[in-house]
């Protein structure tokens, strides 16, 4: 005696329903062997369909052996069972369940797709079944342009796909016309005659005459059966005896895989292209919002050193205060600099110039014009300090300071408010009302490193500067400029003692250098360029929870989807992959837009309102981030579609 195909003994499935079970198979004993057309007959209800679950491994049953030639089905893996229901066998269901938004081709191709059969194989394969079942010109139809008898024979050439040893058809033409019935059963009679094993479920006896055996089942349980036809002994066909081995073999490599996965996300992002397009605004807002908030914080950044250093590092800035010894004047401002620190500073060991600085607010007239401008009173030394040289006449001299001159050199902002038509040099300016010659106009400056116009400005020899235009004598800055720059710290040192000694006593006064000038800038610059990243960031992770969100409905929209890739043998793993790709080509795809969106907002605001600078590392960081978005918020829901049992995915 051959061994059966299938051999089910004892087979019981019970369902809870709140406190009590209810029992839906009570012990089905069964052998049914390789080659048989067999015919389930039973009234609805009354278990046929729990049974033929069971038989396809969609399902497994709650007690009871059931083995696959010879192969105790209880202990497949997960990978095992994808395997028998994508090599051995092929579901014929009553409502079809076709893949709706794939045409008649594509539908029939999936289980081909899983056993990793190259596209344009698979594509002949099921155009020949499709013709064979006489569909030949409906090849590109989606389920929904065909009739009932023509999808339930895509669904066939579907389960032909693989070979079908086995075919599994519940109640094939319950939802079908009488001619298209009688179709589909000459159908399934000649796959019989072919050699597979057909194993037929229906309520009608009728259609249960096409069989060479009938089952009848009730409630659960076999009632009566016509038996094997000893005569036909059909061998157990090869492919499936040693499954185990055929099962863990890698057919499919990684790299096809994963094309095939990323094609099939793109197919069904067009599908749902509203979606896709609403997921896709949340990832390129977010990694849009990073490289333009990333840029703006570097380019502002770079933007100060570079200003504060083309005003060189060699300089040492003295500003009084600091600290309880501080006075203040009337008017606030610090007193404790005085021009006759400065000499004391200058003749200090490498140090190339000092120079003081006092600035005051004034309102400059000439000619009938007025302009609201600073007047920066200083030495003859300043234009050497900055490196900054008058471009028409001369700066002031130290003759000019010494006789408290009321002369002055006005920046090109001050000259073009009040000197439109040129020709300012000898002419007067009026500084609270006091008439100064002009000597000179300085260079063009640009911004001051703290963004002010360098140009609206107007220098005076700081003696006459006290004398007649702030009326004190107090110095708000003294610049020292060294030689050697190598030694900066030890002039700051003996800087800071010359100052004490000549303060008696008192440290009154703060000393910095340009480096710690610069440290604290880009430091204040770092906390902007954080802010900005961080609020770029957070609408990244929204984006992210945008994808999952979207993800997730997506998952709960398609679980029949799901359940039909799971009945054709999509392992566990392609179901994972699938709705992973499709989430992290959404995140990628968004990452491309967002990054080339965010270089195009950011290049505008360079262009109009403010420095930028792109860099590479932060766009690829961008763009990994909105890929990363892509996996972790993708997993969860992939995980839960993965994680679905067949029948029930089948049934939602
Ligand atoms: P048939 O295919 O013979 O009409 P089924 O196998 O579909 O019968 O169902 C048999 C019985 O099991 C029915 O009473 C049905 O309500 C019940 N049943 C089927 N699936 C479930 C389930 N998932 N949970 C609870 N009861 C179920
Ligand atoms: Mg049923």
């Given amino acids: 005696m051959a061994t059966p195909l299938l051999r089910l003994r004892n087979i019981r499935k019970q369902y809870s329903q709140g406190d009590a079970f209810l029992e839906v198979l009570k012990g089905v004993d069964v052998d049914i062997y390789a080659g048989e057309f067999v015919a389930i007959m039973g009234a609805s209800g ?14 497994r049953p709650s007690s009871g052996t059931y083995e696959f030639a010879g192969q105790e089905v209880s202990h497949l893996k997960d990978d095992e069972l994808a395997w028998l229901r994508r090599e051995a066998f092929g579901f014929v269901f009553q409502s079809y369940h076709l893949i709706a938004a794939s045409n008649a081709s594509e539908n ?19 155009q020949q079944l499709l013709t064979r079942l006489g569909l030949g010109d409906r090849l590109y139809h989606t389920p929904s342009e065909l009739s009932g008898g023509q999808q339930q024979r895509v669904s066939i050439a579907r389960a032909l796909m693989n070979g079908g040893s086995i075919i599994l058809a519940d109640e094939p033409t319950g939802a079908l016309d009488s001619q298209s019935s009688q179709e589909v059963m000459v159908l399934l009679s000649e796959l019989a005659d072919e050699g597979h094993t057909v194993i037929l479920i229906t309520h009608d006896a009728q259609v249960a005459q096409h069989a060479e055996r009938v089952i009848e089942f009730k409630d659960g349980m076999i009632i009566n059966d016509t038996g094997h036809n000893k005569n036909k002994q059909t061998p157990l066909p090869p492919k499936l005896l040693n499954l185990k081995s055929a099962a863990s073999s890698k057919s499919v490599s990684v790299l096809v895989e994963s094309l095939e996965a990323i094609s099939m996300a793109l197919r069904s992002l067009k599908e749902n292209w509203f979606r896709t397009v609403l997921t896709l605004l949340g990832i390129v807002i977010g990694v849009g919002s990073v490289v333009a908030m990333l840029a703006i914080g570097q380019g502002a950044k770079d933007d100060v050193l570079e200003r504060f250093s083309s005003m060189g590092t060699n300089l040492l800035v003295v500003q009084p205060g600091a600290d309880r010894f501080a006075r203040r004047s009337a008017d606030g401002g610090m007193t404790s600099l005085l021009p006759e620190d ?39 030394d300043y234009p050497m300090l900055r490196d900054w040289l008058p471009q028409e006449g001369v700066f002031f001299s130290h003759e000019d300071n010494d006789r408290y001159a009321a002369v002055a050199v006005i920046g090109q902002s001050v000259a073009r408010e009040l000197f439109p038509q040129g020709g300012p040099v000898g002419e007067f300016v009026l500084l609270n009302n006091i008439p100064f010659q002009i000597l000179g106009v300085m260079s063009e400056q640009g911004a001051t490193p703290w963004g002010q116009d360098a140009d609206d400005i107007i220098f005076i020899p700081l003696s006459t500067g006290s004398l007649r235009v702030s009326g004190n004598r107090y110095v708000d800055r003294i610049t020292v400029a060294v030689f050697d720059t190598a030694s900066i710290e030890q002039t700051e040192e003996a800087l800071r003692q010359a100052l004490v000694q000549q303060h008696n006593g008192n440290e009154d006064f703060r000393v910095r250098n340009m480096a710690s000038i610069v440290a604290s800038a880009t430091a204040a610059n770092n906390t902007l360029t954080i802010l900005l990243g961080s609020i770029a960031a957070i609408s990244l992770l929204v984006g992210g929870i945008g994808v999952m969100n979207i993800m997730l409905v997506s998952v709960t929209e398609r679980t029949r989807e799901v359940g039909i890739r799971m009945a054709t043998g999509a392992r566990t793993r392609n179901i994972l992959q699938q709705f992973l790709v499709e989430a992290v080509v959404v995140s990628i795809l968004g990452g491309i837009i967002g990054v080339l969106g965010g270089l195009g907002v950011a290049a505008l605001i360079g262009a109009w309102l403010m420095p930028v600078t792109f860099s590479i590392p932060i766009m690829v960081l961008a763009f990994a981030c909105a890929a990363g978005t892509g996996l972790v918020f993708g997993f969860t829901p992939a995980l839960k579609a993965a994680r679905l049992d067949p029948v029930i995915a089948l049934s939602s």
């Fill in 46 to 59: 009354s278990g046929k369909s729990t049974l033929m679950n069971i038989l396809g491994c969609l399902d």
């Fill in 108 to 126: 029939v191709e999936i289980p081909a797709v899983y056993a990793g059969l190259p596209a344009a194989k698979r594509r002949e394969r099921a």
């Fill in 342 to 380: 400065v000499p004391v500073l200058a003749q200090l060991a490498n140090v190339k110039a000092a120079v003081p600085e006092s600035t005051t607010g004034v309102t400059a007239r000439a000619g009938g014009l007025d302009t609201t401008t600073r007047v920066n009173a200083t030495s003859a």
